[in-house]
């Protein structure tokens, strides 16, 4: 029978934990102790002699985190971890990074008035090389930094196919090929689709087959609460790929085991706080995209590798006419290098604004719309492109290292040859 570790505090008294350890083994083993801190109601003796006072042996330790660690490693038949604990030891905050642990371990985290689990990780089977690019949230640069993976990987042959989530993803996974066009994206929204959807985004900038799922809802520790991803999976396997990368949606965690997983940190609260750390944990590459100073030294805490800081550069993905008049349209208010464009919108997720940037652009007489490939981009971007007689440029978003930071490239391609 399957048992359980639970954690403990100084701020309760001796005898109060010993009765509640005895009720919890009376439900089920408890299999080790871990002393999380606070010394308001202890003898100086007590943590001298734990087992008399508290009826079993109790792991002490300088870092809870660590400890839990070792004394799952050296213990079998765990399956959940019980917080007996309170602040001001263990407050909202440190519950969560504790938590963190605990279901990187694999472990369920039961607390007073609430239970979390891993998210469900299947089998991929698949024999090639296989990744995951998740995200700390939404507009992290997920989908920048898996077509980029993706393109490199092509340019070495790997063969790569893309698996992509989204909430916009179809009801039935659809497979996008990389001749993929602006006619096949207009027809996609003239039939009521979402012909912006990150799959086919992957599509036509990577230029790499990409299959795109649909998943709704999103727990805190990255599961959704539907997600046809399996049957994607299914698809892919059935293209015969060389290499496999499954692109995150938002915060949620691609719900198949990989070979190794990339994590797109998009800020300091999206990493840190709630379950952030669990993200950064199950990471073998930390692609950071926030700007935020100071933030390297909090995510090493975290990381199990590299920490890569970049900046996310907008590019034509095809060159732009000399002379042309641009109108660009974006998410965001950067601008690509050596491009001086007559109408600069970034309002391609506010459609209200939009539509006035897009007025602004036909009254310009603009003769290119550079956009991203995302949100509005379609359905509303290109079709005021084609009213006004424009030509579309889609523009991505390449992530580069910042100066100083390793090469992202490299980090990239190690992780792929590692699983050749």
């Excluded at 439900?27 to 079993?56: I, N, Q, S």
């Amino acid at each position: 029978m399957s048992g359980v570790i639970a954690l403990i505090d100084g701020e309760h008294h001796p005898a109060a934990v010993r009765d509640a350890l005895e009720r919890l083994a009376q439900r089920t083993p408890v299999r080790g102790v871990v002393f999380c801190g606070g010394e308001e109601k202890l003898a100086p003796d007590v943590l001298e002699d734990a087992e008399r006072h508290y009826g079993m042996a109790v792991a002490v330790g300088d870092d809870p985190h660590a400890t839990l660690r070792a004394l799952a490693a050296r213990l079998a038949d765990v399956d959940a971890v019980v917080d007996l604990a309170d602040e001001p030891i263990l407050d909202a905050a440190a519950k969560l990074e504790l938590a963190s642990v605990a279901l990187d371990l694999g472990l369920r985290y039961v607390a007073a008035d609430m239970e979390l689990r891993p998210p469900p990780q299947e089998p991929l089977d698949f024999d090639g090389p296989s990744f995951a690019v998740i995200g700390t949230g939404k507009r992290t640069g997920k989908t920048a930094v898996c077509g980029h993976w993706a393109a490199l990987l092509r340019e070495h042959g790997a063969r790569p196919l893309i698996v992509s989530m989204g909430r916009g993803g179809p009801a039935e996974p659809q497979v996008a090929q990389p001749d993929t066009a602006l006619r096949d994206l207009l027809a996609i929204a003239r039939a009521g689709g979402h012909a912006a959807s990150d799959y086919l985004e992957d599509a036509v900038l990577a230029r790499v087959p990409t299959i795109g799922c649909r998943r709704v809802g999103g727990g805190l520790a990255g599961a959704s609460v539907e997600t046809n991803v399996a049957a994607g999976i299914a698809l892919a396997r059935a293209l015969e790929p060389g290499t496999i990368l499954i692109e995150g949606s938002g915060a949620v965690i691609p719900p198949v085991a990989v070979g190794a997983t990339v994590c797109v940190v998009g800020s300091r609260a999206g990493a840190l706080e709630q379950l952030g750390p669990y993200r950064l944990l199950r990471a073998d590459l930390l692609v950071v995209t926030a700007a935020h100073e100071g933030i390297g030294a909090e995510l090493e805490r975290w990381a199990r590798g590299p920490v890569i800081h970049v900046v996310l550069e907008p590019e034509p993905a095809e060159p732009i006419p000399a002379g042309a008049r641009v109108a660009c349209f974006s998410t965001s208010a950067a601008l690509p290098a050596g491009i001086d464009p007559i109408v600069a919108s970034p309002h391609l997720a506010r459609r209200g604004p939009l539509a006035d940037d897009l007025a602004r652009a036909a009254g310009e007489r603009c003769d290119v719309y550079l956009t991203e490939l995302k949100a509005a981009a379609i359905d509303t971007v290109a079709e005021a492109a084609e009213r006004a007689g424009a030509r579309i440029v889609f523009l991505r978003n390449r992530p580069r290292a910042r100066a100083g930071e390793p090469d992202l490239d490299a980090a990239l391609l190690k992780l792929y040859n590692a699983q050749r």
